[in-house]
């Protein structure tokens, strides 16, 4: 599976949209991105997930770079229960279904 | 939808025991079953991958006599840490899937002790 890079941490203002950043300069054209968050002591939960278009849901919007090699999810109107570590991982959908973590960003909402 | 629980949520246990640890799907079959491990201030980390009637397949590094996984059902796979040592202590976290290839859905978590 494809790296990838980001910020290890990030702060964002209650209310305001958080736009975490993701690069995959190597991802291969089957593969996908994907979004799950880890709030503190739980589980990952799900967010997200794309190939080549846009995606949004209503938990998030997940905007992919025409080249494929960077992404940015985005959550319109930031609350204190999404301050949570934020992992973008590519991965494609048939042949290897692992998911490997890497260390994610630590998202802060601030009040 | 797409919900996935795992009992227990937390642990404690005496060294050299088993422990046995149920992730269940509640709203769908699943296929395909993980197990991941994560320490202190760490990310996550594969053990095994479960498929539904068949054998796991353990990551490199990971003691397949040691963390004993069962699919035996669409619905449920169990993990059970044999002969437990305090360096196993650790959050386990199972996640499941419809199909192979398709999303993973996490389960809760859970975390051992071993004294």
């Known amino acids: 599976d494809a790296k990838t890079t980001q910020p290890p941490s990030m702060d964002c203002a209650e209310g305001r949209a958080a736009n975490l950043p993701c690069n995959h300069s190597?991802?291969?054209?089957?593969?996908?991105v994907y979004w799950y968050r880890q709030i503190h002591s739980q589980g990952p939960q799900y967010i997200i997930h794309?190939?080549?278009n846009n995606e949004t849901n209503e938990m998030a919007s997940l905007i992919i770079t025409e080249d494929r090699k960077s992404s940015t999810l985005i959550l319109p109107h930031a609350t204190l229960r999404d301050t949570a570590v934020y992992y973008c991982?590519?991965?494609?959908?048939?042949?290897?279904?692992?998911?490997?973590f890497g260390t994610g960003t630590r998202l802060t909402i601030i009040p | 939808g797409a919900v996935v629980s795992q009992h227990p949520s937390w642990v404690i246990c005496k060294s050299g025991t088993s422990v046995k640890i149920e992730c269940r799907s509640l709203?769908?079959?699943?296929?395909?079953m993980f197990w991941y491990r994560q320490f202190p201030k760490q990310s996550l980390m594969l053990m095994a991958t479960?498929?539904?009637?068949?054998?796991?397949?353990?990551e490199q590094g990971v003691e397949k006599d040691k963390f004993l996984i069962n699919h035996a059902s669409l619905t449920l796979s169990t993990l059970t840490v044999t002969s437990a040592h305090p360096e196993d202590s650790s959050f386990y976290i199972c996640?499941?899937?419809?199909?192979?290839?398709?999303?993973?859905?996490f389960g809760p978590g859970t975390r051992l002790l071993v004294l």
């Open positions: 794309g190939l080549k």
């Open positions: 991982i590519v991965r494609a959908n048939f042949g290897n279904e692992k998911l490997t």
């Open positions: 709203d769908f079959q699943a296929t395909t």
């Open positions: 479960s498929n539904e009637g068949s054998k796991a397949t353990y």
């Open positions: 996640s499941a899937a419809a199909q192979r290839g398709e999303t993973q859905y």
């Open positions: 190597t991802i291969s054209g089957n593969e996908y």
